[in-house]
């Protein structure tokens, strides 16, 4: 069984401020990981994804993540925050390898950013 | 192309009613599933397809029936609504399961149900 625990459901940065928002997973199979961001009234769409390969990720709008299985994380970092990324993010997992057909969410985190 | 399209937008119930959430997608995707999102909880699985005629069960499943009988479509019945069933619904569909669920989760623009 896979879940995620993000910690923070509501983190504030001020405008050029690293962005780090924290997930942490839980899974009897090499995970798959994802993170998500949902704007204001809008669905999700992916930001960035792990799979294999490199643990550094890298993805849209300037985010990135890194696997780390020995702390089984994967947090999502921005260097440096922009009004845009205002938002809730969730980090989700799933079962390497078609292990499970089930993508299981976070409960999100909303990001705040103080101009 | 459309991508994953989901009516009604808006959706007001009173308890005991029945109704059929619609969802639709182009891009011939294998796998579909809907999700509800309520407040501090995230968004939680309902039930989900990895085909036609091939549905099961997710998280959240109890008062919720679907079926897939083509590949483009996948409505969400509620049977007899309840007040706990107020929330955000959301289909998304992805490509082929060839190796496990890696890609992409394409999400419609959800429908907000309130049951009365």
């Known amino acids: 069984a896979q879940s995620v625990t993000q910690l923070g459901s509501h983190v504030s940065v001020s405008e050029g401020a690293l962005v780090l928002l924290r997930c942490n997973y839980s899974s009897s199979v090499p995970p798959y990981l994802f993170w998500y961001v949902q704007y204001p009234n809008q669905g999700l769409q992916l930001l960035l994804k792990?799979?294999?390969?490199?643990?550094l990720v890298k993805g849209i709008n300037g985010f990135e993540a890194e696997f780390k299985k020995s702390e089984t994380s994967f947090h999502l970092t921005k260097p440096s925050a922009h009004m845009s990324d205002a938002a809730e993010y969730f980090c989700a997992v799933t079962g390497y390898g078609g292990a499970t057909n089930k993508l299981i969410f976070g409960t999100g985190t909303l990001l705040a950013v103080q101009p | 192309n459309a991508g994953v399209t989901q009516t009604p937008k808006f959706q007001v119930l009173k308890t005991g009613q029945s109704m059929t959430l619609q969802c639709a997608q182009d891009m011939n995707h294998e796998y579909m599933s809907w999700y509800r999102q309520d407040p501090g909880m995230g968004l939680r699985l309902i039930h989900y397809s990895v085909g036609a005629g091939i549905t099961d069960q997710g998280e959240v499943p109890n008062g919720y029936n679907v079926s897939r009988s083509t590949t483009e479509d996948f409505p969400l019945r509620l049977l007899s609504a309840a007040p706990s069933q107020t929330s955000v619904y959301f289909c998304a569909s992805s490509y082929s399961l060839a190796g496990g669920l890696h890609n992409e989760q394409f999400f419609g623009p959800g429908t907000r149900l309130t049951v009365l």
């Open positions: 792990y799979t294999t390969g490199a643990t």
